[in-house]
């Protein structure tokens, strides 16, 4: 069975760095981009980072960009959130997602790539506190 | 970024109902949508992809429509297991944006 599960959440004080993990298993890791979700407390969704099957392409949200760093490691079947900086606006629950990206279809006339989302872990805390 | 404004964000319904829920995005984004169910304390689901392809599994009361800048998530016989959260999120453009959600409670 296809799992993901998060580790590394905790508490920590503003300005300090925490490093989250994914571990993988029951895919093919290597196949699929992975990306981070979180989710504030009571508050909706946000897109945090995604990175590419062999790690060459990553993307951040604006609210994350030069304090976060998304990285993979495939032979550990492992994806990484390294956080620096932190505030107390980065607590949350944080999801290691995996996007299965379906075939690509044609859209007139060019090509179309979709995100699916279709495997999360549970999530892991993450608390930004004095 | 792209904006995706949700509505609405949250109704009250009744098992058997019909419900519709819609996605506007700032511009244009041509199909690139995809709509997740979220139950309190859980991890999000995904229901559709593509604005209108169902995922595997996803029972077919669940249906999604439209392109460009307009979307719509239809529930046609509203499940008691279906009172949850749903959000869409955009991938057409980086960095991906969800919209607001909208909470199905009961009436």
């Known amino acids: 069975e296809a799992q993901l599960v998060e580790s590394g959440g905790g508490l920590v004080q503003p300005g300090g760095s925490l490093r989250l993990s994914c571990a993988a298993s029951?895919?093919?890791?290597?196949?699929?981009?992975m990306t981070w979700i979180r989710q504030a407390p009571g508050k909706g969704l946000e897109w945090v980072a995604n990175?590419?099957?062999?790690?060459?392409?990553?993307h951040y949200a604006d609210s994350v960009k030069g304090r976060f760093t998304i990285s993979r490691d495939n032979a550990k079947k492992s994806l990484y959130l390294d956080m620096n900086s932190l505030r107390v606006d980065d607590t949350a629950v944080y999801y290691c997602?995996?996007?299965?990206?379906?075939?690509?279809?044609?859209?007139?006339?060019?090509?179309?790539?979709?995100?699916?989302?279709?495997?999360w872990g549970q999530g892991t805390i993450v608390t930004v506190s004095s | 970024a792209i904006q995706m404004t949700q509505s609405p964000s949250s109704l009250s319904a009744s098992v058997g109902d019909r419900v519709t829920i819609t996605c506007r995005a700032s511009?244009?984004?041509?199909?690139?949508l995809g709509w997740y169910q979220q139950k309190p304390g859980k991890a999000p689901k995904l229901l559709i992809y593509?604005?209108?392809t169902l995922q595997t599994g996803v029972p077919s009361r669940f249906s999604g429509s439209g392109s460009d800048t307009d979307f719509t998530l239809t529930i046609s016989s509203l499940q008691p297991e279906d009172f949850a959260t749903y959000f869409c999120?955009?991938?057409?453009?980086?960095?991906?944006?969800f919209g607001q959600g909208t909470k199905v409670e009961v009436k």
């Open positions: 511009q244009g984004i041509r199909g690139d």
């Open positions: 999120l955009q991938d057409f453009g980086y960095p991906r944006t």
């Open positions: 997602v995996r996007d299965s990206s379906p075939p690509p279809r044609l859209c007139g006339s060019s090509v179309c790539y979709f995100d699916a989302l279709d495997l």
């Open positions: 593509a604005a209108s």
């Open positions: 990175i590419k099957q062999d790690g060459s392409e990553m």
């Open positions: 029951g895919f093919i890791f290597s196949n699929d981009w």
